[in-house]
């Protein structure tokens, strides 16, 4: 992935800051694993942080490495470039675009929807319209569920969970919460709606890379590949093979490895937010 010069001021950066004495999520770490493969992307992660927490360890104040400050200034990078493209989307749609903030953490920090914890993966919070992101996890993304990570991966997830926080702004995660929250439908509609959620940001994450790449030329051969790797390696299916044996399609909530390529891929070719309505496609 090629860099550009721009770097926005809403990234915070809290790694080597010291802290713990937090609230982490309970269980132990192969069961947080897959709790965060499980939420990976994923919307409103508050449920799952809230319940079942143990005090955290404390965690030593520490200088930056070399490699994290340069991850430090390609996440600043990214960031910009979302807000660039996102911002001109919601201009030519008669909209203002407000960026959310981006926060940086290592083992655990405070969200505005609970305590994030590392194991959880990236996530958005809609509370305080934030993307919480250890970048331990793209290890995890790699070593346990076969991606090829490589910079423009780290793009795309961040891509994935600024789509949830454009859902955020043009109301479909408030909708989504009254559908939740109404009681009238099963586990299985809602994660039906959950999958339609998901491939929504999955969307849009293609349709910023589109749009990106014609304002600033940044891909290189094999970006686009990296990407579909990182989503298809995230699919409901390949999670539950490798975590339970099995697959169970009710059970989605984040869509199979196929859909996730499907609609990133319909995303990146179309570049137009107006083909992006996954739940009139998926709910029918």
Request: with cysteine; net charge negative; charged share 20%.
């Amino acid at each position: 992935m090629k860099w550009t010069n721009d770097r926005s001021q809403n990234v915070d950066d809290r790694r080597g800051s010291g802290g713990g004495g937090g609230l982490l999520v309970g269980g132990g770490l192969g069961t947080l694993i897959i709790a965060a493969i499980i939420f990976f992307l994923g919307g409103d992660p508050s449920a799952i942080l809230s319940s079942g927490m143990n005090s955290a360890p404390q965690t030593e104040q520490r200088d930056l490495t070399p490699d994290e400050l340069k991850v430090r200034d390609f996440v600043s990078m990214v960031t910009a470039e979302t807000e660039k493209t996102w911002g001109r989307v919601f201009q030519d749609n008669g909209m203002q675009y407000r960026p959310p903030k981006v926060v940086m953490f290592e083992a655990v920090t405070q969200s505005g929807c609970g305590t994030a914890q590392a194991a959880m993966g990236p996530f958005y919070c809609p509370a305080d319209q934030t993307v919480y992101m250890d970048m331990s996890f793209f290890r995890e993304l790699q070593q346990r569920f076969g991606a090829k990570v490589t910079e423009f991966s780290v793009a795309y997830v961040l891509a994935h969970e600024i789509g949830h926080h454009v859902q955020t702004l043009l109301g479909t995660t408030q909708k989504v919460d009254q559908l939740r929250r109404s009681g009238r439908y099963s586990e299985a509609e809602m994660n039906r709606v959950s999958v339609a959620t998901e491939l929504q940001a999955d969307f849009y994450a293609g349709l910023w890379a589109r749009q990106t790449q014609n304002r600033e030329n940044i891909l290189e051969p094999g970006d686009i590949e990296s990407a579909i790797s990182a989503a298809e390696a995230v699919g409901d299916d390949n999670i539950q093979s490798r975590s339970q044996g099995y697959v169970n399609q009710e059970g989605f909530t984040h869509g199979s490895s196929a859909q996730r390529k499907e609609w990133f891929m319909k995303g990146y070719n179309t570049g137009d937010i107006r083909q992006g309505d996954t739940f009139n496609t998926l709910l029918k």
